[in-house]
């Protein structure tokens, strides 16, 4: 009895230790991936005056400056750069959310030759750093006159391997049921996918869709290569004009960067419930 009772506590003691340690590179973890954001934010708002590399740094002053960001808008071209990202973005998503789970639904649920070895492709082509593709597609972008073209941004990531395998894996986990009892009602091949399966997969296209707007809203090196005019920049290109518009400001630097990061944190928070759904689903079944 007693040698029970000490096993018990003893499996207490483990279990609460393990709780801590999990909390603690829980707290860690946070203070890495938070750290950069909290200093851009001190940085942002100290007063023009301050000491931006003093030692110890100021976290958050007090009191806090705020007019740096009214005139980052105002001398920086910033909603203009809002419009350019939220126009690629927006249209990569929506093209993406049409095609992608097309492509994802017959590697799913569709029988035809070398499919297995089509999807084994798909699998390889996300090994492909962007990279290794920058001069092809540059060639063929000139070739189609689309240079400092936002259309060359959007047409590249429309279809992309990673979305295909969120796509795919979301539609292989669900029941073959339901597609027998829509063909039983007379439903055609493209109703049953269109009325029956694709909302069933409505989170696995709002992760896509997330994804893909954070990753366009981010993208640099496609945009740097592509785009000469200054009208046509989208907002993590124009944003690195930002030191020649304010002669090296690091303040307005960091206040560029926190305004441009909002977006993305806001479509985050928006589609966070089905985010979290659609990658618990893509990973339930090979």
């Known amino acids: 009895m007693e040698t029970a009772v000490a096993t018990k506590k003893s499996m207490q003691r483990s279990a609460q230790l393990g709780s801590v340690g999990i909390w ?119 070739n189609l006159g689309l240079l400092d073209n936002l259309w060359a941004l959007v047409l590249p990531l429309i279809v992309t391997p990673f979305s295909i395998f969120i796509m795919r894996q979301s539609f292989i986990t669900m029941p073959g049921e339901f597609e027998d009892a829509a063909r039983i009602d007379g439903c055609s091949e493209f109703g049953t996918y269109w009325k029956i399966m694709l909302p069933l997969a409505k989170p696995a296209v709002a992760t896509i869709a997330v994804f893909t707007f954070v990753e366009q809203w981010n993208a640099l090196l496609w945009p740097v290569v592509l785009l000469k005019s200054p009208d046509s920049y989208t907002l993590p290109l124009g944003l690195t004009t930002l030191d020649s518009a304010f002669y090296g400001g690091w303040r307005e630097s960091a206040a560029g960067a926190i305004l441009g990061v909002i977006p993305t944190l806001l479509i985050f928070l928006l589609g966070q419930k089905y985010f979290i759904r659609g990658l618990a689903s893509g990973g339930i079944k090979g």
């Open 24 to 142: 603690l590179g829980l707290i860690i973890g946070g203070l890495l991936f938070f750290g950069p954001f909290i200093i851009l934010i001190s940085i942002a708002l100290q007063p023009p005056t301050a000491n931006l590399f003093a030692f110890p740094p100021v976290i958050i002053p007090r009191p806090a400056n705020f007019e740096i960001f009214p005139e980052v808008l105002r001398v920086f071209p910033f909603w203009r750069y809002v419009w350019n990202s939220s126009w690629v973005s927006g249209m990569t998503v929506l093209l993406q959310v049409i095609l992608v789970p097309m492509a994802g639904y017959g590697f799913a649920r569709k029988n035809f030759p070398l499919r297995d070895a089509l999807f084994m492709i798909v699998l390889a082509a996300m090994m492909i750093p962007q990279q290794v593709t920058l001069i092809p597609l540059f060639g063929v972008f000139r």
